[in-house]
């Protein structure tokens, strides 16, 4: 009588076998299918952001050649004459006013801090020593280039 027992156990559990493994594989079909779906829907998300970002920079090319255009159209019709006098005038007297104030500004700070530290008791030497820096050589050596070699190289130009 075991044995019948036995055997028809066994023999469920044989049958049931099939049925539970096609079970765990139908399972781990759908776990992978989901996953599947899940990279895919990660890939386009990023294949997205990358065409965003090349339609973001060819946005910006665009822009920045306009803006270098307009920037170069504004620079060549500076230099052209109205043929009104006094405008011409006032439009060629505009770099030069600027730079003689700011030259005499400069040239006012400088002086005020050279008194300040002679009259707190710094000798003259001292004093004009450290009110002249290394910030102040390479301003000064740029604004004589601008106006001094510039004439040469427009001298030089055709």
């Known amino acids: 009588m075991i044995e019948t027992l036995l055997g028809g156990l066994l023999g469920g559990a044989f049958r049931l076998a099939p049925e539970i493994l096609k079970w765990l594989d139908r399972k781990g079909e759908r776990g992978h299918e989901l996953a599947m ?45 109205t043929g009104v006098r006094w405008a011409d005038a006032l439009s060629s007297s505009v770099r030069p ?7 005499a500004l400069y040239c006012a700070t400088k002086t005020a801090t050279v008194a300040a530290a002679v009259t707190g008791g710094t000798g003259w030497g001292v004093a004009i020593l ?29």
């Not at 294949?47 to 973001?56: K, P």
């Not at 006013?97 to 030259?103: A, E, G, L, R, S």
């Not at 450290?130 to 130009?157: C, H, K, M, P």
């Open 37 to 81: 779906q899940d990279k895919a829907l990660e890939f386009e998300k990023l294949r997205g952001a990358q065409r965003m970002s090349e339609i973001g920079a060819g946005a910006d090319a665009a822009w920045n050649v306009g803006a270098i255009e307009t920037m170069r159209e504004a620079v060549r019709t500076q230099g052209e004459k």
């Open 130 to 158: 450290y009110a002249w820096t290394e910030a102040d050589q390479a301003l000064w050596a740029g604004v004589l280039n601008f106006w001094f070699l510039g004439r040469v190289f427009d001298r030089v130009r055709p």
């Open 97 to 103: 006013v600027i730079t003689y104030w700011f030259m």
